[in-house]
């Protein structure tokens, strides 16, 4: 469970904090709900307190397991099967909304890789740059840091 103020990670929306707990009811039923802000855009999500399961929300990454997230980026043997653009597509979409990070890693790594060896597709452009922003800034956070910082870690990850 999560306390008002907690940082929380909602898959494909990135980091929020818990402004509050509220009760409300819907269909006579009364629910409490937590009520997140993101971090990144100010968009504000009711989650019910029952559901945080089936929605995804889950604590930001524990210090100790960011060096696994570079792990993931630093690996090169990546197996980048000759599927159609739109298959890999909807395969990163998933990972993405399924919200782990360690799975955003990987996607993020296999464009990043793929982006290598030729230009990427504007979809697969546009998935790239949502897993960055959300491992960035989840990271940031992790490690109390600046955004840039690991913008940079990042970088100098797949520098040729």
């Given at each position: 469970m999560f306390?008002?103020?907690d ?6 929306h ?6 509050a707990i ?11 709900f937590?009520?997140?802000r993101?971090?990144?855009?100010g968009?504000?999500?009711m ?7 089936v ?6 990454i ?14 090169r043997r990546v ?14 979409m998933e ?8 799975s955003?890693?990987?996607?993020l ?6 982006e290598?060896g ?5 979809g697969e452009?546009?998935?790239?740059d949502t ?8 990271l940031?956070?992790a490690?109390?840091c600046?955004?840039s ?6 970088r100098?990850?797949?520098?040729p």
């Amino acid at each position: 469970m999560f306390d008002i103020g907690d940082k929380a990670v909602y898959p494909s929306h990135g980091v929020g904090v818990i402004e509050a707990i509220e009760s409300k009811t819907i269909s006579g039923r009364e629910q409490l709900f937590f009520i997140l802000r993101i971090v990144d855009n100010g968009m504000t999500i009711m989650i019910p307190t029952g559901n945080v399961d089936v929605v995804g929300l889950r604590e930001v990454i524990p210090p100790m397991e960011i060096p696994k997230v570079f792990q993931i980026l630093k690996e090169r043997r990546v197996s980048l099967d000759n599927q159609t653009w739109n298959r890999r597509y909807r395969e990163y979409m998933e990972k993405i909304n399924g919200g782990c990070i360690f799975s955003i890693a990987e996607v993020l790594r296999d464009l990043q890789v793929l982006e290598m060896g030729k230009n990427l597709s504007f979809g697969e452009r546009k998935i790239l740059d949502t897993a960055k922003n959300l491992l960035v800034k989840e990271l940031a956070v992790a490690k109390d840091c600046k955004e840039s910082e690991i913008l940079i870690e990042i970088r100098k990850i797949f520098e040729p």
